[in-house]
């Protein structure tokens, strides 16, 4: 089982940026499909971008594409990264990094670990 912390949230102005970092206690690549998921006021859990075990295929949630960029660190190989840019409000919410053995899921469920979750707020 993989304990994962996140960080880098924090509150930002509409059309910022952020980079959210998720550090693990064993080493993702090889081990752990790796997922964000958002959890925005009065909603569910969605999910927002992943990367499979073995390689770095990644899916993004269609309100991601084009503006967040999910990264691992291949040096040491137990942190992945979300880097989000031209924020807004809509993507207010508690960031959450997720693990499971197997592949990228959308659905919250197939996942076994979760990090506590980082707060990310988008000023208008």
């Known amino acids: 089982q993989a304990q994962l912390v996140e960080s880098g949230g924090g509150l930002v102005q509409a059309g910022g940026s952020l980079r959210l970092s998720c550090t693990a206690s064993?080493?993702?690549?090889?081990?752990?499909?790796m997922a964000w998921f958002r959890r925005a006021p009065g909603k569910d859990r969605e999910f927002v971008a992943g990367?499979?075990?073995?390689?770095?295929?990644?899916?993004y949630a269609d309100s991601a594409k084009g503006r967040f960029t999910l990264s691992r660190d291949n040096t040491h190989y137990n942190t992945m990264y979300l880097q989000m840019n031209s924020l807004t409000p809509e993507d207010t919410g508690v960031y959450y990094c997720?693990?499971?053995?197997?592949?990228?899921?959308?659905?919250?469920?197939?996942?076994?670990?979760w990090g506590a979750g980082t707060q990310v707020t988008v000023a208008s």
């Open positions: 997720a693990a499971n053995r197997y592949d990228v899921k959308h659905d919250a469920s197939e996942y076994t670990d």
């Open positions: 064993a080493r993702i690549v090889g081990n752990y499909a």
């Open positions: 990367v499979s075990r073995n390689n770095n295929a990644t899916s």
